[in-house]
């Protein structure tokens, strides 16, 4: 049976979502739909940060490096090498083995994993975004989305650095534009947004297991999009399904029901009980179910 987890977010900060740039402009994602053009952050990069988090939490786990292929595979999905084959007892093992690879898919070298996870778009609350999230709102997307532009600085032409560089003279010939404006589009701090996630038919718990750890990984930090270091991304949220809840508020604080909580430690007694560092070799192109 399917499994629905939804996630309700109140930005606490702008967020930049990047969907093209023009010039020296970017401009928000937008798709379009019934009601016409609409912001949105796209599934795949709530999808790419849940990776990032349980690489992470494996990584932390295991207590030490692993080589670029299995990085990548960790990280990014990996990549197909050559022809795909089936191989049933590889795969059994990576499930067994690696709930977030099992969860989220991947390509490793000649297999294909499909994952079992489905992350929806997240979609601003507002009027147009009504007949998709069931949600009635008087706001309009229009009145949550602006611009804001930045300056970035050349600080080798300020001549009160010119000690601090060695090829003067080079400097002196370059171009005597001191700095450059860009301008980027933003959805405001205190926009509403919703997103669905979808475990689907087959998964297990310990997959779920892994889901929820990422999620709590996450909200240790919450941010989307981009440009964080610039203040951006920042949110408060709250996710959601049957007896599972998992909050992060204004200031930070993480709050779990007690399903919630259970279900995350039995992710953290898997990685502990199994020893991941061993089964490294099946993430590898050419990791067999008997070792490469």
Avoid at 139 to 147: G, V
Wanted: negative net charge.
């Amino acid at each position: 049976m399917m499994r629905h987890f939804d996630i309700h977010y109140t930005l606490t900060a702008p967020v930049s979502h990047i969907g093209e740039t023009a010039s020296t402009g970017s401009y928000f994602q937008t798709i379009n739909t019934a009601a016409g053009r609409l912001p949105v952050i796209t599934g795949n990069s709530v999808r790419g940060i849940l990776r990032d988090k349980l690489a992470d939490n494996l990584l932390d786990t295991i207590g030490h490096p692993v080589d670029k292929e299995t990085f990548n595979v960790l990280y990014s999905g990996g990549n197909i090498s050559g022809s795909t084959k089936n191989d049933v007892q590889r795969a059994k093992l990576v499930r067994q083995h690696f709930p977030m690879i099992s969860l989220l898919g991947g390509g490793l070298g000649t297999m294909i994993m499909s994952g079992q996870l489905v992350s929806g778009f997240v979609y601003p609350v507002c009027r147009e975004s009504e007949q998709i999230t069931g949600i009635s709102s008087e706001l309009s997307w229009h009145n949550l989305i602006d611009d804001i532009e930045f300056t970035r600085m050349d600080d080798s032409k300020d001549d009160t650095n010119i000690d601090r560089i060695t090829d003067v003279e080079e400097e002196k010939k370059a171009k005597a534009s001191t700095q450059m404006r860009f301008s980027v589009q933003y959805l405001s701090a205190g926009t509403e947004l919703v997103q669905r996630l979808t475990l689907l038919d087959g998964s297990t718990e310990l997959e779920e297991a892994a889901f929820l750890t990422g999620v709590a990984e996450w909200f240790k930090l919450p941010t989307l999009g981009g440009m964080r270091a610039k203040g951006f991304g920042t949110f408060s949220a709250c996710v959601t399904s049957d007896e599972i809840m998992i909050s992060v508020d204004s200031s930070g604080t993480i709050s779990m029901s007690d399903k919630a909580k259970e279900t995350i430690a039995m992710y953290a007694k898997h990685l502990d009980d199994d020893t991941p560092s061993e089964w490294l070799y099946l993430l590898k192109e050419g990791g067999k179910s008997g070792k490469a």
